[in-house]
């Protein structure tokens, strides 16, 4: 397979798989509403492929991902579904927790949305499908014109998204919401290309397997979803402490020499594997047949872990071959 054909096959890839994983693993809809995926795509497939070939054409890495993976997030809940302002939202009164009245929020759902979209919809996903590709990694995937296509593809998801959104429910936020949500934004973004790009690994410590690093992120991923709501500012202070331990840990040892292609994927699958096993104790948003629902999430767990077998394979081999060269090289 040529450079081009591996490219087109990891951004189809990527279009499909982040809707997959930030909808379908995550159990909020069963295989009975599969048809809904080319929709998500648009939005989450779209918005992780600009993400990522930002981040990658400008020759930065994973902080800028994650910095742009938050403004996605104030975009899809901000903007889309208000989510971020609409007190009934799914009819689950989700801002009662952490309440701030000033802002019109819940701290709590607020958190809770920036960690699933900013790790989970968009880092997850991105790590799983470069770890699939490992040789186009940190290469561009797009030309102006395919960036172009998937741009509009993202435009066009985010304005059916946000119609659907308000037929089933009219809320509509405040001008003053909406405005602080979009300089938000504008912020996150400059923020994204002023952090430092990746620099020279120099660090001469161990690094955990990336066994070990997958079933960190696991336990991190617990604390996320599990802090409880009653507790309002404590759950929120619970977020936040795992992570700011969560970023500070996996820059520190990112840096390092002895840190692979292999470690960064099992942070993915860490998280993926996490959000397959969580959906057996979640409720879908749009009810469906117990027995289809238990089929689904069985299903959509054996495809992450198919998934992550895979690209374990791939990435192995591809660094197995690096290694060959280096030898040869250095011979």
């Known amino acids: 397979m040529s450079s081009r054909q591996r490219s087109i096959a990891a951004t189809v890839t990527l279009f499909f798989l982040a809707p997959l994983v930030a909808e379908f693993l995550l159990g909020d809809f069963s295989l009975a ?17 600009l993400i990522r070939e930002t981040a990658r054409r400008t020759g930065r890495g994973w902080p800028t991902m994650l910095l742009l993976g938050a403004a996605y997030a104030l975009i899809e809940e901000g903007y889309t579904t208000q989510s971020l302002f609409n007190p009934n939202y799914l009819h689950m009164h989700f801002l009662r927790y952490a309440w701030v009245a000033a802002l019109g ?5 607020t958190m809770l949305m920036l960690n699933v979209h900013v790790f989970w919809s968009m880092g997850v996903s991105i790590a799983l499908v470069e770890g ?6 940190r290469n561009p995937w797009l030309g102006k014109v395919g ?17 659907i959104s308000l037929h089933m429910d009219h809320f509509h936020a405040s001008r003053a919401q909406f405005f602080v949500t979009g300089l938000l934004c504008v912020l996150l973004i400059v923020a994204a290309f002023v952090v430092p790009g990746p620099g020279e690994r120099r660090g001469t410590l161990p690094v955990p397997s990336p066994w070990a690093t997958g079933a960190g992120v696991f336990v991190f991923a617990g604390v996320v979803f ?46 993926a594997v996490f959000y397959g096993l969580h959906a057996f104790i979640g409720h879908p948003v ?39 060269g280096d030898v040869i090289v250095q011979a």
């Open 286 to 324: 749009i009810p469906s047949r117990p027995w289809v629902v238990l089929v689904s999430h069985v299903v959509f767990l054996l495809l992450a872990v198919a998934v992550i077998a895979m690209a374990v394979r791939r990435t192995q081999a591809w660094m197995a071959v690096e290694r060959a």
């Open 33 to 49: 509403m599969l048809p809904l995926l080319l929709l998500f795509a648009s939005m989450y497939g779209g918005g992780a492929l």
């Open 226 to 271: 599990f802090a409880p709501p009653p507790l309002a500012w404590g759950a929120v202070a619970m977020m936040a402490v795992a992570d700011v331990f969560f970023l500070a840990l996996l820059r520190g040892l990112s840096r390092r020499r002895d840190w692979t292609p292999l470690h960064t994927l099992s942070v993915a699958a860490g998280g």
């Open 132 to 137: 699939l590709f490992p040789s186009r990694a």
């Open 105 to 109: 929020i819940g701290g709590w759902w």
């Open 147 to 163: 960036t172009g296509i998937v741009a509009a593809l993202f435009l066009a998801g985010a304005a059916a998204s946000t119609v």
